[in-house]
């Protein structure tokens, strides 16, 4: 299972780098996107993946039942993903006043 | 007095709240800004003397004890940075009330202004990593913001390659705690320094790697600062001082405390690695400043060398190294600052940043020309001003580790920094006002004419070169206090000794 997610991310990495290496505007936003969705793969996988018990206590019991999941990565990422969906708003309202300022989506040839 | 922990990012805050609200009055808006910076700037006095007395400041917000839930704590050092910050905020709001290269008055400038300083005083007293990637991407998104506020193709463009390069930073940082998370288990400061002194530093060595990358990113280290020249000399005057005198530091802290606090345990050859980082980054900034005829962009590189020799005092590892980091630091940021909003200045009086067409203002304004040589010895290092007692510092501690190559670059960069210096001298004061040229600029010939509404520019620089002397003359007080919150850090414990030579 953690293999799985370790190539989804590695997958995700290469793809937005890629991406990002081919100097168009629209290119750089979604290769970001990638990799910030990437990291979070691989943050979520970071805590290690367990199948079983949830980390909350039950009404009366005084200890969760172990194995239970890690929550602390899957508050990491809830956080992670705000922020990653608000520099991606922010990414777009940018490029799209790169482009129609500058007339180009070619991020290097431009001065 | 714990909530006093609280202010350096609740008062920032609350004052871009509030001048987010008065967005239609712009007097208004501006009174309650520079009410704010004031309230900060108290705050973080009675910060520091609180820390100086009682020793660290912590709170645990939500009441979740420390592991768990998101600790705030300001030592000394974290202070004392939130003090500087402080300093520098107010200084340039209170220049942006000038005439001189002022950011243009956008509605959201000042909110922005305010979060930006949230986002910096929030990473200089967080005691979480992952609450240090948060304000983080807050000032980073707040400062996205300032460079983009102009709204000319330049900025745009300056802003898109700030966005890419800065983003890639943050993104590295949150795969760097997520490795860091696998491998310690822990977040908080406190407990990863104590998983790290435990731990075979082998099973977390190569992760702690990859934030170290992003903090270099964050600082513009070599050969990773391209994003800084490449956005820097598309600010207007204050918020450039803003930047240059804090964004990069933000960055130069996070590796101190990462290197000398928490994972202090490190191997010596991860410190070794900084130290030759440094080198270059001392090196190919100051040529860079050497190159170019623009004062931005002069400036610009100049903080790329300076944080050469942040790094330098990191990568030499021990308590006296990271104690002369922070003097030089503190020394750092205020006289760049100064010759930032001096730049900005003499772009008001020459009407241009182009050095070639600047000139005679020795004679015209004797007095700019006195601040700028207190700030520009200092950032050179000649007694008795500030930078003089912070490259003693330094370069005392290099050579007694025998580290003679570091020594030697810091001192050759002193020299080509000195070039540069002389070269704005020469240029800007000291010779005469080249003939006006009427294909640049139409307002550039009459501005020597009538410089009115300088005051507070003057204000501005005065403050910052009273300070730069201030420290100068007097600075055996913050050396002895920085030594001892350098005695709080964790490298106190690991290397407390200097010249402990290459053991690790």
Known sequence: MELLFALTAGVLYASGLYLMLRRRLAQLIIGLGLLTNGTNILIFTSGGLTRTNAPVLAADALETTEPFADPVPQALILTAIVIGFGVLAFSLVLAHQVHRSSGTDDVGDRQ | ????????????????????????????????????????????????????????????????????????????????????????????????????????????????????????????????????????????????GLLALGGQVRQLDATLKYFVLNTLGTLLLLVGIGYLYAATGHLNFGALRE?????????????????????????????????????????????????????????????????????????RVIYECVGWLAVPTMIVGALGAAYHWDLRRILAFHVISQIGYLLLGVGLGTMAGASATVFYLGHNVLAKTNLVLIAAIVFRLGGSYDLRRCGGLYKARPLLAVMFLISAFAMVGAPPLSGFWAKLMLIRETLLLERGVWAAAALTTGFLTLYSMSKIWLEAFWKERPPRDESHGSEAGHALERPEGLGCAYAAVGILAGLTVA?????EPVVSFLDRSAGQLGVARVHPSPGFGGAP
């Open chain 2, 1 to 144: 007095m714990s909530s006093l922990v609280l202010t350096p990012v609740l008062v920032p805050l609350g004052t871009a709240l509030l001048t987010a609200a008065l967005v239609g009055q712009p007097r208004a808006q501006r009174l309650t800004a520079l009410l704010g910076t004031g309230a900060l700037l108290g705050c973080a006095g009675a910060l520091l003397r609180e820390v100086q007395r009682m020793g660290p400041v912590r709170t645990h917000l939500g009441a979740w004890p420390a592991p768990f839930g998101i600790e705030l704590v300001a030592d000394g050092l974290g202070a004392a940075m939130v003090l500087l910050m402080a300093i520098v905020g107010a200084v340039t709001l209170l220049f942006q009330q000038s005439c001189a290269d002022p950011a243009p008055a956008r509605p959201g400038l000042l909110p922005l202004f305010s979060v930006l300083l949230a986002g910096v005083g929030g990473t200089f007293v967080t005691g979480d990593l992952f609450n240090l990637y948060v304000w983080f991407e807050v000032l980073l998104l707040a400062a996205l």
């Open chain 2, 195 to 267: 998983a790290a002194g435990r731990g075979e530093a082998a099973s977390w060595l190569p992760f702690l790697v990859v934030p170290l990358l992003a903090f270099l990113v964050k600082a513009g280290a070599f050969p990773l600062f391209a994003w800084l020249p490449a956005s820097y000399h598309t600010l207007p005057g204050p918020l450039l001082a803003l930047f240059a005198g804090l964004l990069t530091k933000v960055g130069v802290y996070a590796i101190l405390r990462t290197l000398s606090d928490v994972f202090a345990a490190s191997p």
């Open chain 2, 471 to 475: 420290l100068g003359l007097f600075p």
